[in-house]
């Protein structure tokens, strides 16, 4: 645009100085003037405005040649135009400045020819000349079309044709320089689509794809003038908004992107209806952010939005910020401790309530950490979650949990003792699992039923298809199978039925609420439930004797918690696994409870 308003004054001095007159010159100049002020407005859109700037400069290389009376050396500006035209990366401006170029030599090569041409050869046969030189400018050209395609993918997602990272980080600057010396704000609208994953896990990744496509056309539909969508990564697009006059009018823009995202999603036979959630960073007056603050800011608190419920967005704040820098920090020490041997399993007893005897223990995951101490499992998870390494922990723990099964049965003890450990929904729906547990199994001599995999509840729920076919895949490898968390997902008998777990752990509420008027009768028919199709019940957070001797009662096959044993290191479990009913008894509770099965 600035150098197709240089040629206009340029151009006139020139045609000035070739005898052709003032009046004569300006007039000429101003069908280039108007293509450059098009150029210059942000309402007419990108692609109008590249389209015009296009025109325009190639307009600029048929004057300058008129003005020399068809001077051979003039058509050399058309080729250094076309190559930096190419620079646009786009295929319009490119292929209108090539047509123009083949139109101008052919139309006024015909009708006044010694303002194209100044040889016999090309005047007695423009439009085979008009095509020559097209074809020359296709050749020159080649090198920057390859060059250009083959870096398009650093600057163009090539899925959604939206802008890449490097235009995003790019505007990002020059909008945050801009908004500094203009008083103004520049912000980023980090957006992400609800429950993607779920729908590439359950109508395919061509599905999914499609999706992608159609939100990355709706957002450069919705986004002004001027502002640049990118597709961040995934299911993830920003929108960076540049001249911003005040923080609001990034939320305006933010309702509207969102509003377009919800529309449904009509692919093939299918009707897809997705939320989404948003943040937004806006920079204030002064402010020292770099574009890599602001993206960071707005991504937490895209978080923070899906964290507090989806379907919604949150604009960052000073708080968030803390929040965002702790989060940062624990993932990269969790990487360091994954690294360091700083995680750590603790296993948890489980007793048979008929016989009184160990049958199994459960594995957790720990973190010793170097200045917060032991931390909880639901700590790891949560930091595992956000880092994304919850699947190579679930591979460590599993790895761990089998080698130190085979070392208690390797010291004479455990023969009949089962290993369980969580599997959470991420690595249920990781292809690798099956073949890191038969490794497991292989590497540490175990039979496949000395491994229970726990899967939670809400896992099945959300896609009992999907999760149907892994649990499928899994039961192939003839380990064990519970679920988790029993009594709170709503699953049906059928499905229940259907996907047929060997085990069945009650959620803890239960346990919790048998001192509650009906808390009894309702885990009754709980359990009778899982009898009737031929499951046992394992029962969660055991706490106190009367609710041991509440769930044997009720026929509850095996139970877990406090009363019987905490989670503990390897060495101190080991001494249960090899005298169970002696370590049991230093309870005095737990013996009352368990004295009648003696």
Not at 69 to 94: A, K, N
Not at 475 to 489: E, P, Q, S, Y
């Amino acid at each position: 645009m600035v150098l197709l308003w240089l040629h206009v004054p340029l151009l006139a001095i020139f045609g000035i100085a070739r005898g052709f007159g003032v009046w004569h010159s300006i007039t000429e100049l101003l069908l280039v003037a108007s293509f450059a002020i098009v150029a210059s407005i942000p309402g007419f859109g990108r692609a109008t405005r590249s389209a015009s700037a296009a025109i325009g400069l190639v307009a600029c290389s048929a004057l300058l040649i008129h003005f020399w009376d068809g001077q051979i050396e003039g058509h050399f500006h058309f080729f250094v135009v076309v190559s930096l035209l190419i620079l646009y990366q786009d295929w319009l401006p490119f292929l209108l400045a090539f047509g123009f170029v083949v139109l101008h030599h052919g139309v006024l090569g015909t009708v006044v020819a010694d303002s194209v041409y100044d040889h016999g050869a090309a005047t007695a046969n423009p439009w085979a000349w008009a095509l020559v030189h097209g074809g020359f400018i296709a050749a020159a050209s080649a090198a920057n079309i390859v060059t250009w395609r083959a870096t398009e993918h650093l600057l163009r997602d090539p899925l959604t044709g939206l802008s890449g990272r490097a235009i995003m980080f790019d505007r990002l600057r020059l909008g945050l320089i801009r908004a500094r010396r203009r008083g103004q704000h520049a912000g980023v609208i980090f957006l992400d689509l609800d429950r993607f994953k779920l729908l590439n896990d359950s109508l395919g990744h061509a599905v999914g794809d499609r999706v992608l496509v159609t939100a990355g056309e709706r957002l450069h539909d919705a986004v002004r003038a001027g502002d640049t969508a990118v597709r961040f990564g995934g299911d993830e697009f920003v929108v960076v908004c540049e001249d911003l006059e005040a923080p609001a009018v990034a939320v305006e823009i933010t309702r509207r992107l969102m509003t377009a995202l919800r529309e449904p999603y009509r692919i093939g036979d299918h009707e897809i209806v997705l939320t989404v959630s948003a943040g937004i960073a806006v920079s204030e007056l002064g402010d020292a952010r770099s574009a890599e603050d602001l993206i960071r800011d707005a991504d937490a608190a895209m978080y923070h939005a899906k964290e507090s419920g989806k379907d919604r967005y949150v604009v960052f704040g000073e708080a968030m910020r803390d929040r965002a820098l702790t989060r940062f920090t624990d993932e990269i020490e969790l990487r360091r401790a994954v690294a360091g041997g700083e995680l750590c399993l603790r296993y948890e007893p489980q007793l048979a309530l008929l016989s009184g005897r160990l049958r199994a223990v459960e594995a957790h995951v720990y973190w010793q950490h170097s200045r917060r101490g032991l931390l909880a499992p639901r700590d790891v998870l949560a930091t595992a979650e956000e880092a994304g390494m919850v699947v190579p922990i679930g591979e460590w723990a599993i790895t761990e949990a089998c080698r130190q099964l085979s070392r208690w049965r390797r010291s004479g003890a455990a023969a009949d003792l089962t290993m369980s450990l969580n599997v959470s929904a991420e690595q249920l729906r990781d292809e690798s699992l099956v073949a890191v547990i038969e490794r497991a199994l292989r590497v540490n001599e175990l039979e496949p039923t000395a491994l229970c995999l726990e899967i939670p509840e809400a896992a099945v729920t959300a896609d009992p298809a999907s999760a149907g076919a892994a649990l499928g895949r899994l039961r192939a490898t003839g380990v064990r199978l519970a679920l988790d968390g029993f009594g709170t997902g709503h699953l049906s008998m059928s499905c229940l039925r259907q996907l047929r777990f060997d085990t069945m752990k009650l959620n803890r509420v239960y346990v919790r609420d048998l001192d509650q008027p009906g808390g009894s009768a309702v885990l009754r028919g709980i359990v009778e439930m899982a009898h009737a199709l031929g499951t046992p019940v394992t029962a969660k957070g055991v706490a106190t004797g009367a609710q041991l001797r509440a769930l044997r009662a009720i026929g509850c096959d095996a139970a877990q918690g406090p009363l019987l044993a905490s989670p503990g290191p390897a060495d101190e479990v080991g001494r249960l696994v090899t005298s169970p009913r002696r370590a049991a008894t230093r309870k005095p509770e737990l013996v009352e409870s368990l004295s009648t099965v003696t």
